[in-house]
């Protein structure tokens, strides 16, 4: 729930799109402004509902992620990006094509976060919440499978302490209780 103002977001929107303004096409560092006005224009489709709003922050994302290409730094950020603004493109739409999409960006996601890169967790997190959606929509065993697979290896890198730990274990014993009802 965001609480800040409706005239704040709408300047930052502004200052963003100028900063994209001064950064052209193949400037170094448009990707940034690029992501920068994405979410803001997506916090500001979660505010207002603006199916508009959410179309253009898809294309800024699309865009970005065109500049991060195989072998880039942000690349796995940059899909990640992209993939939640499709789920919520999905949420819309229904779209088992977009729902697809999304999955097949988590997985590049994840394949660039090997075991013990910094945002591994993060993106076996992502997948299996993809995963799971999927899951809920065909009712095949392999995606719930996955998911819980997915989650298993999330739940390894959250020791006791990690404040991840909580939201990993609610995850994987929701995966389990489904296997179990099956």
Do not use: W
């Not at 704040?8 to 303004?21: A, C, P, Q």
């Not at 922050?57 to 796995?76: I, K, N």
């Not at 660039?112 to 993060?122: A, E, F, Q, S, V």
């Not at 998911?147 to 991840?164: A, D, F, I, W």
Request: glycine fraction near 6%; charge should be negative.
């Amino acid at each position: 729930d965001r609480s800040g103002s409706l005239s704040d977001l709408e300047e930052m929107i502004r200052m963003f799109r100028e900063s994209l303004e001064l950064r052209p096409p193949g400037h170094p560092t448009r990707r940034f402004s690029l992501t920068n006005l994405a979410t803001a224009l997506s916090i500001q489709y979660e505010r207002s509902g603006s199916l508009r709003d959410l179309e253009e922050a898809l294309h800024m994302y699309r865009e970005s992620l065109e500049l991060c290409p195989r072998g880039h730094p942000a690349r796995d950020m940059s899909l990640n990006n992209l993939a939640y603004a499709l789920i919520k493109q999905y949420d819309l739409s229904g779209s088992s094509s977009v729902l697809e999409e999304t999955i097949r960006m988590f997985r590049e996601s994840l394949e660039i976060c090997l075991p013990g890169h910094p945002r591994r967790n993060t993106s076996l997190n992502n997948l299996a919440g993809a995963l799971s959606t999927q899951y809920e929509r065909s009712g095949s065993l392999s995606d719930l499978e996955e998911t819980v697979r997915m989650l298993r290896e999330s739940l390894e890198l959250c020791p006791p302490g990690n404040p991840r730990r909580d939201g990993v274990l609610v995850s994987l014993a929701n995966g389990l209780s489904r296997q179990y009802n099956r």
